[in-house]
């Protein structure tokens, strides 16, 4: 969808006007056109508190003319790499890690590290954060969120189950056994939701093991075929035992409103911490944030930018782009508008602003995100190319053995195979 923003239009016009008015009027938004061009992905909470922010720089900046266009994360994808090809990119788009090395390369981002100090202002965020979009001494993007991945626990139903609660010590080891043993004495519930195909939360599974996911270079996988085949056996075992549900169910997980966690059938999810805010008003009882389990103690967790706010090579508005990027990330009033919608706020400063409570699901995850923030390993480096065709085989290949498709055996042969071709 595309919106055209400028101050003299929003005088007279609602919100929604507006956007239906543009529809038929608007051009791409792309780096050739007159304005400015913003795009972002995500859904109606994203979608609408975007909105927000581009009304609010139409407000401060009255001679500025956003087309802006937004759709859901696979639909955006497709329409940016047709504009990239076509060099008519929006002037400033929101990046994912996932794709981030694939633009990189390509030479479809701008190094933004000429912006930095000057009129993009980074000092208030960590430095895993803000150097999240670094690749080979370039910045390609500004980190619009802190994220870690979290565990989502709904206490009450692990009681009305007469379960054992759970805390923080759980390892892989002691989270299986209790999740069977939930699943097993339940007729229908399931301990936890099946993550064996979560390539995220497998990275801090590898990263327990003392290694990372990708050598080095990003030319190659950096851990054993042992690793792999532990990871997809556990699930395996998991969804035999009613650990996890079959895989009938879970290929039906699309929208925040059919994870198994929001439909009662478990007590126990996982994802990234903000996505709680999303999550929680499906469920009717409150929910909890914890660390993942881990091996045996040791946290394969990192905190870590993971959506950026990126400039196109091909713009001819850079140093306008490079204005709306900081208005994006440090603008009090765009702080506040945004809330944790895109994830927990960059900077600590943010964080204060907005002053969230901490009972709250937003609140909960900012507490999160400060709680673990000293305590993780250093953050990988960016993704490397090919990252988003691994990530997409590693669910499939998880599905696959769920519906008994494939052997964990020939999946891990798959995905090795695949990996050769994605990263060299």
Not at 57 to 64: F, L, Q
Not at 158 to 176: L, R
Request: aromatic letters at 10%; proline letters at 5%; charged letters at 20%.
């Amino acid at each position: 969808m595309n919106t055209n923003f400028t101050r003299r239009r929003m005088l007279g016009t609602t919100l929604a006007g507006m956007a239906a008015a543009s529809l038929a009027a608007c051009g791409s938004g792309g780096s050739g056109d007159s304005g400015l061009g913003l795009s972002w992905y995500g859904g109606d909470p994203v979608h609408e508190a975007m909105k927000k922010l581009v009304e609010l720089y139409a407000e401060k900046h009255p001679d500025a003319d956003i087309t802006t266009q937004y759709s859901a994360f696979a639909d955006y994808w497709d329409k940016l790499a047709t504009q990239t090809a076509g060099r008519s990119a929006p002037d400033v788009m929101r990046m994912s890690m996932s794709y981030l090395s694939d633009y990189a390369d390509r030479g479809a981002l701008a190094d933004l590290s000429q912006y930095v100090g000057d009129t993009i202002d980074l000092g208030d965020q960590a430095p895993d954060v803000a150097d999240s979009a670094s690749l080979d001494g370039a910045l390609y993007g500004v980190g619009q969120s802190s994220i870690a991945l979290a565990a989502f626990v709904d206490r009450e139903l692990i009681a009305q189950a007469g379960a054992p609660d759970v805390d923080e010590s759980w390892t892989w080891d002691s989270f299986a056994a209790w999740a069977k043993d939930l699943g097993g004495s339940s007729g229908d519930l399931y301990g936890s939701m099946d993550q064996g195909g979560s390539f995220q939360l497998f990275e801090a599974y590898v990263r327990e093991a003392g290694t990372e996911v990708f050598t080095d270079d990003g030319a190659g996988l950096a851990f054993d075929r042992a690793v792999l085949e532990q990871w997809w056996e556990y699930w395996h075992d998991m969804r035999a035992h009613r650990g996890a549900p079959p895989a009938s169910v879970s290929a039906e997980v699309a929208s925040f409103d059919t994870w198994p966690i929001a439909k009662g059938l478990t007590p126990v999810g996982f994802g990234f911490v903000q996505q709680i805010a999303f999550l929680q008003p499906y469920v009717d009882r409150p929910l909890d944030i914890l660390t993942p389990p881990t091996t045996g103690g040791t946290s394969g967790l990192y905190v870590k930018s993971l959506d950026f706010w990126s400039i196109a090579s091909t713009s001819s508005h850079q140093d306008e782009a490079a204005e709306l990027v900081d208005f994006l990330v440090n603008d009090d009033e765009a702080i506040t508008a945004l809330g944790v919608v895109l994830g927990v706020p960059p900077s600590q400063r943010a964080i204060e602003l907005l002053g969230l409570d901490p009972s709250t699901p937003e609140g909960k995850a900012v507490d999160y995100v400060s709680r673990i923030s000293g305590s993780v390993p250093e953050a990988p480096p960016a993704w490397p190319v090919g990252y988003n065709e691994l990530l997409t085989l590693f669910t499939k290949l998880n599905q696959d053995i769920g519906f008994e498709e494939s052997s964990v055996a020939d999946a891990v042969a798959a995905f090795f195979d695949a990996a050769e071709g994605a990263l060299s």
